[in-house]
């Protein structure tokens, strides 16, 4: 993957990793976040000391913190 491939492929997987709480949207797209999680490992380990990738699941820690938010430090209203 050169370059220029890699930074259009990056810049689309970001927007869809933003849309976040739409539920229909986040079942279509688990394929594609495990798929995701693959390339991340991939381009570590071929743009080793050039590129830092990282793939973060905030929906999921979003959804700790509202489902057990005492957890957090926050409280119930």
Do not use: W
Request: aromatic share 12%; with cysteine.
């Amino acid at each position: 993957m050169d370059d220029m491939n890699l930074s259009q492929y990056l810049a689309k997987s970001l927007a869809i990793v933003n849309h976040g709480s739409n539920d229909y949207i986040n079942n279509y797209l688990l394929c594609y976040y495990s798929r995701l999680r693959s390339l991340v490992d991939e381009l570590n380990t071929q743009y080793s000391g050039s590129s830092i990738f990282v793939y973060g699941n905030t929906y999921a820690a979003l959804m700790q913190i509202i489902q057990n938010p005492i957890a957090y430090g926050k409280k119930c209203p």
